[in-house]
C-alpha cells in the first residue's frame, strides 16, 4: 500500500482480556518496527523483524507481549493478559530494509485497558 | 547503547519569530539523526534526517538541522514558525542494525502564538 496502515486504530478492553494489533507495511519493506508510545513519552522500541523472522526483540517488556509476521509483511502484536499500564498507543513502521533507512509510520493503534 | 536527550518539554514562540529545538545523542561512533514530527492524533512525519556528509541538512516545511559532532548535538531550526508548526517534535538516532539501535528522545512540545 501507499502508507504503513493500522488496524485498530482504537481498541477499548477490560483488563485480563487478549488483544491483537495488525500492521500492514509498505509493499517491499522488509523491515517492520513495532514501538509504544505512552501519553507525554517518546515512542520505546519493542521488537523489530527483518523479513519473517524476529531480529530483535529485546524491548518486549514481559512474555505477555509477542508479535509475529508469518509471511513477510503484515505483522499482528499480541497482547496476552493485558493490564492497565498496557495502555498506550501502539505504533508500527516499515523501512526498505535495516540500518540507514527511513522509518515510515503509520497512525498508530490506541490500546486502551479499563 | 544510544540515548537521546531533548532539555526542553515544552516551548512556546511567536508566529513569525525563529525556532530552536536541542538534541543531544550519545553514541560512541557517527550515528544516524532523525526528527520526526507528530500532530495531535497523527503518527509520525519524517523533517530530516542526517547519515552522512553535509553536516547541515534541509527537510520539509523549511526545517534545517545542523550536525554537530564535538557537541553530540543535531538541533532542530526554522528562521519563521507558522501557526501550523505546533505539535510534538522528536529526535532519533539510529546505529548499524536498527532494532534497539534506533531510539527516539523524549519529544519537545512546540506551541505557536498567534
Known amino acids: 500500500g501507499a502508507g504503513v496502515s493500522q488496524t485498530p486504530s482504537n481498541k477499548v478492553t477490560e483488563k485480563g482480556k487478549y488483544v491483537e494489533l495488525r500492521c500492514d507495511p509498505i509493499?517491499?519493506?522488509?523491515?517492520l518496527y513495532w514501538y509504544r508510545q505512552s501519553l507525554g513519552q517518546g515512542p520505546e522500541f519493542l521488537i523489530y523483524?527483518?523479513?519473517?523472522?524476529?531480529?530483535?526483540d529485546s524491548g518486549l517488556p514481559n512474555d505477555r507481549f509477542f508479535a509475529v509476521r508469518p509471511e513477510g509483511s503484515v505483522s499482528t502484536l499480541k497482547i496476552q493478559r493485558t493490564e492497565r499500564g498496557d495502555s498506550a498507543v501502539y505504533l508500527c513502521?516499515?523501512?526498505?530494509?535495516?540500518?540507514?533507512?527511513?522509518?515510515?509510520f503509520g497512525a498508530g493503534s490506541r490500546l486502551t485497558v479499563l | 547503547a544510544q540515548s537521546v536527550t531533548q532539555p526542553d518539554i515544552h516551548i512556546t514562540v511567536s508566529e513569525g519569530a525563529s525556532l530552536e529545538l536541542r538534541c543531544n545523542y550519545s553514541?560512541?561512533?557517527?550515528?544516524?539523526l532523525f526528527w520526526y514530527v507528530q500532530s495531535p492524533g497523527q503518527g509520525l512525519q519524517l523533517l530530516l534526517k542526517?547519515?552522512?556528509?553535509?553536516?547541515l541538512v534541509q527537510g520539509i516545511k523549511g526545517f534545517e538541522a545542523e550536525f554537530k559532532r564535538s557537541q553530540s548535538s543535531f538541533n532542530l531550526r526554522k528562521p519563521s514558525v507558522h501557526w501550523s508548526d505546533a505539535a510534538e517534535y522528536f529526535c532519533?538516532?539510529?546505529?548499524?542494525?536498527?532494532?534497539?539501535?534506533?531510539?527516539f528522545g523524549p519529544g519537545t512540545r512546540l506551541s505557536v502564538l498567534p
Open positions: 523483524f527483518q523479513g519473517t523472522g524476529a531480529a530483535d
Open positions: 553514541y560512541g561512533a557517527t550515528p544516524y
Open positions: 509493499s517491499g519493506h522488509t523491515a
Open positions: 532519533a538516532v539510529g546505529a548499524q542494525d536498527y532494532g534497539q539501535n534506533f531510539v
Open positions: 542526517y547519515f552522512s556528509g553535509d553536516t
Open positions: 513502521a516499515s523501512s526498505l530494509d535495516s540500518g540507514a533507512n527511513v522509518l515510515t
